[in-house]
């Protein structure tokens, strides 16, 4: 079996360069790839166009990196939380792309699918339908989108095998396995990293086919955005 | 005039047993409150979750384990998790029955606006455009004007849409309202203590009301 270990996350990133595209996985802070998007910071990167559901906070996840400066273009469905990102936008430093949640997944999907392009009716009769090209199906007007082109994909998976195999937890899912199948190259950080032979094979989220560095992450925070609960008596 | 869980619970009656459902930010997520006993929904976050359960009780929150609002909730028994192209996959292809989302602005000919006002920081439209350029059933909760007093029910919408005749019915504080496919606002119910007069001064679309328009039972 191929072995695609790396020591940690500098040696991961250790060739992405300034300019480059990178698909960064994780929904809010959930899922999110902690000690990659730290090696980033730390190599200072920079004119990135990060693919992302969202910009993480001012002080966690991708916001550490716009702290930074080193991102050029956010491509995103819902960046809300983060005031470093409100100000850059405003100032004209950051450029921002915003782009229908569905439509982002897909874009991913279809890349990890060898698919061009997709069809989807989101965004038909908006803004997001401007410059697009549109077609009719069955009656219905549908956008083409095309499949995302990223010379680097970046996730994060609960357990994974040395041949990058990769199971997700919970929501952490997310856009992770979407976006580790649409990289050139996808790094995978892990909670848990495994031999092979340890994961049953029909468990795997994520063939290995589609990672080619994995590595054990370490000393994850696992930020909650909104932390809501329930006390017992209310029951 | 109804508050926003009066708006919830009689949103909640048009629920069905076996729906799948998927609730917006804001009044639908109160919905959840008031599904009556015996009808079984299951909820889609659209984050990739079907089944979703209460928050967790105080110190079993999960990290891993949130709602599409980012807040700590958990599972239910047969509850699935799957990824986000997955999850709008199948609202692309309606398997949800239902979704109830909140507006800024709705059009006679069921346009909505609801993710972006001109001049202030837009926060994104996350998955509010596939959801209503896909869903077979939505269910806009809102309230009927704006903070300034204006109709958020309009002939055409000012604001940036974010699909185009999609919404079928209204929810408002004043009373429910169907979008007719020939375009207007046909009133099925009026709040308690709501004429339709008060309705029709409130409503700037055209608006269709008989003069015996009953009025609800919220509960």
């Keep these: 079996m191929i072995n695609k270990v790396v020591a940690n996350a500098d040696e991961a990133i250790a060739d992405i360069t300034d300019g480059q595209t990178l698909m960064l996985g994780g929904f809010g802070l959930c899922g999110i790839p902690e000690n990659c998007i730290s090696a980033l910071v730390k190599k200072g990167v920079k004119d990135l166009t990060c693919i992302s559901n969202n910009a993480g906070v001012d002080d966690f996840g991708i916001g550490l990196m716009l702290k930074q400066r080193q991102v050029k273009k956010m491509i995103s469905s819902y960046v809300g939380e983060n005031a470093e990102f409100e100000r850059q936008l405003l ?14 997944a897909t874009r991913c999907l279809a890349a990890g699918y060898g698919m061009p392009a997709i069809f989807t009716p989101a965004g038909v009769g908006t803004e997001v339908a401007e410059g697009k090209e549109t077609r009719n199906f069955n009656g219905k007007d549908y956008l083409m989108e095309y499949a995302f082109d990223a010379d680097f994909a970046i996730v994060k998976a609960w357990k994974g095998d040395t041949a990058g195999n990769l199971i997700f937890r919970s929501t952490s899912r997310n856009f992770n396995p979407v976006m580790a199948m ?11 990293l495994v031999e092979v032979g340890q994961l049953d094979p029909d468990h795997i989220h994520t063939p290995g086919v589609y990672v080619h560095r994995i590595f054990q992450g370490k000393d994850y925070e696992k930020r909650i955005e909104q932390r809501t609960v329930r006390s017992k008596e209310q029951g | ?52 359960g209460p928050f967790p009780f105080e110190g079993e929150e999960d990290p891993d384990l949130i709602n599409a609002g980012k807040q700590t909730i958990t599972t239910l028994p047969g509850s699935s998790i799957f990824d986000s192209a997955m999850s709008f996959g199948m609202i692309r292809a309606q398997k949800i029955d239902l979704t109830i989302l909140g507006a800024m602005e709705v059009s006679e000919n069921g346009d909505i606006a609801n ?7 837009v926060k994104g439209m996350g998955g509010a455009m596939d959801l209503v ?3 077979k059933n939505i269910i806009v909760a809102m309230q009927h004007v704006n903070k300034a007093g204006e109709s958020k029910l309009l002939p055409s919408c000012t604001l940036p849409l974010t699909g185009v005749n999609c919404i079928k019915k209204i929810v408002t504080e004043l009373g429910v309202f169907d979008v007719l496919p020939e375009g207007g606002f046909k009133l099925l119910e009026r709040a308690p203590g709501v004429s339709v007069d008060e309705i029709r001064k409130a409503t700037a679309g055209k608006l269709y009301a008989d003069d015996d328009v009953p009025e609800m039972v919220v509960g």
């Design chain 1, 91 to 104: 100032s004209g430093e950051l450029e921002v792309e915003l782009i229908p949640q569905g439509t982002l």
């Design chain 1, 182 to 192: 649409a990289g050139k190259i996808t790094i995978a950080e892990v909670e848990e």
């Design chain 2, 1 to 52: 005039m109804l508050d926003k869980n009066g708006i919830a619970k009689r949103i909640a009656k048009e629920i069905k047993d076996g729906y799948y459902v998927n609730l917006g930010i804001g009044i639908p997520t109160l919905v959840a409150n008031y599904i009556p006993e015996g009808v079984n929904v299951v909820l889609q976050s659209e984050n990739g979750l079907l089944g979703m």
């Design chain 2, 115 to 121: 993710w972006k006002i001109p001049g202030k920081m």
């Design chain 2, 133 to 135: 350029a896909s869903a």
